[in-house]
């Protein structure tokens, strides 16, 4: 499945037309050559994620960060100890997180952290499966995987993960689409790049998830199993994770829910000074933020403060009221 291109002549450079609702559907100006993306609105999309319904527009989901890491940036990694992710991930569930990320890699972006390098397979398996196996046992919500290794979201999905989470929007390793479209499980797919330039920041992010999205489809994932995620810090400076989030509300022409991951990240260090383990308020400054402009998943480390600032926000911009 395509999305339908129309083109506009007589307009030079690049600029992003805010969504603009015509009967049904929503024109944004995806900005090289005037060209215009006619795509239908979004709606109150459903997509199953392991046993649990997720119904996209009621409210804002809270995905919490498993780290089973020695070296995550945000220093919250409990590496190979099984039991204290398993204390860790029962804590959010009763904090109120509708789903836990599992990562075995540390994903700093080569473009922050030149320090930054791969896991092995062999290392990440090592790390990754023991955990969501324990995790999908023990747990009521369902367990994603943060890989890109094809290899490692296989395993992790027979052991019980219900959702892969790649940042390379399942282009790193070439097996991966077709491990995800077997499955049949849901995706998280991510912009990134290996450097920090674009020609027009917004509508370059937006276009490059629609490419992702259509090469998922076509490697035989559903429509209603993609999320998007604009990958704040991948690729991407201070300046411009601090634009998307002022613009994020320009991706719901994508027509897909939106996942945001801010949480404790470089951007918040560079405007308020203050190290990874002290920057929940500026998390919760983003998440506020995200959820004003359309965000449907924020993904955090302080699950049970991000949980209560998603609660307060979906109540005044979704209208959401407790049950």
Known sequence: MRMNVARRRGQEGSRLLGPI??????????????????????????????GERF???????????????????S?????????????LALKFQEWGADIVDVGGESTRPASTYSE????????????????????AARLDIPVSVDTCKANVAAEAIAAGAAMVNDVWALGRDPEMPKVAAEAGVPVVLMHNQTHTRYAD???????????????????????????????????KTAEHNLEILRRLAEFSALGRPILVGMSRKS?????????????????????????????DMVRVHDVREMVRVARMSDAIVRGWTPT
């Open 201 to 235: 920041l917004v509508p370059d992010v937006i276009e490059s998830l629609r490419r992702s999205t259509d090469a998922a489809i076509r490697a035989g994932v559903p429509l209603d199993k993609i999320i998007l995620d604009p990958g704040m810090g991948f690729g």
């Open 267 to 295: 951007t918040i260090g560079y405007v308020l000074d203050v190290p990874p383990d002290d920057r929940l308020e500026g998390t919760a400054a983003t998440v506020a933020l995200s959820i004003a402009n359309g965000a």
């Open 116 to 135: 930054a390098r791969p896991t092995s397979v062999k290392e990440e398996l090592d790390r990754v499966i023991p955990v969501v196996r324990a995790l």
């Open 75 to 87: 220093g919250d990694g409990v590496g190979r100890d099984v039991d204290a992710a398993v204390t």
């Open 55 to 73: 119904v996209w527009g009621r409210r804002t989901y809270v995905m919490g960060v498993v780290n089973v890491t020695p070296d995550s940036f």
């Open 21 to 50: 609702p015509v009967a049904g559907a929503v024109l944004c100006g995806l900005t090289r050559g005037g060209r215009l993306l006619k795509l239908k609105a979004p709606g109150p999309g459903t997509t199953w994620i392991g």
